[in-house]
């Protein structure tokens, strides 16, 4: 057997691996960081429940009395904190890159803000953790949230929850 006969199934798949989600373009303003493979998190974001709005990554401290505090104070006390926002595109993956300041523990939230506003509204907004895991009727725990990025790019995907009768849920949208 040659190598090009051994080459060929795999360069017949070429085409797929291209095209897959988890080797998507990175969005957002950080995405050079991903295409770099510097310490960053490219969170490719599933079960969005349509493609109208904002979406946003949001960078804590690992700590629950920091986990979603107020960005000002966060920043004010030298804390970690650091925000993504993009468009979702038409089709496609959903992938956004944030920069991280270094190799450590971060906790990580994803929020969809439909309407397209600042303020997340829970009757109709959703949200995801690196976890999935679900989120309930009250606010995520920060266990849910935590990440551990190293000297590369850390893959992941957040699946996107929306409120329903029974607190937060996984979408079965795209």
């Known amino acids: 057997m040659t190598h090009r006969t051994l080459l060929a199934p795999l360069l017949a798949l070429a085409p797929v691996a291209l095209s897959s989600p988890a080797l998507a373009a990175p969005l957002g303003p950080d995405a050079a960081a991903c295409e770099a493979n510097k310490p960053a998190i490219l969170a490719t974001v599933v079960g969005l429940k349509d493609r109208s709005g904002i979406i946003k990554l949001e960078l804590y401290p690992p700590t629950p009395e920091d986990f979603t505090?107020?960005?000002?104070?966060?920043?004010?006390?030298?804390?970690?904190f650091r925000r993504v926002t993009v468009s979702?595109?038409?089709?496609?993956?959903?992938?956004?890159?944030?920069?991280?300041?270094?190799?450590?523990?971060?906790?990580l939230l994803m929020t969809h803000n439909r309407d397209g506003q600042n303020k997340f509204r829970y009757t109709i907004d959703g949200a995801g953790l690196p976890g999935n895991k679900k989120?309930?009727?009250?606010?995520?725990?920060?266990?849910?949230?935590?990440?551990?990025?190293?000297?590369?790019?850390?893959?992941?995907?957040?699946?996107?929850?929306?409120?329903?009768?029974?607190?937060?849920?996984l979408s079965s949208g795209n």
Do not use: N, W
């Open 135 to 169: 989120i309930g009727m009250s606010k995520p725990k920060v266990g849910a949230a935590i990440v551990e990025v190293g000297a590369a790019t850390l893959p992941l995907t957040i699946r996107a929850q929306y409120l329903g009768l029974l607190g937060f849920s």
């Open 69 to 80: 505090r107020d960005d000002h104070d966060l920043i004010a006390e030298g804390k970690t």
């Open 88 to 107: 979702p595109p038409a089709a496609g993956a959903v992938s956004l890159c944030i920069r991280v300041p270094g190799p450590g523990r971060y906790a």
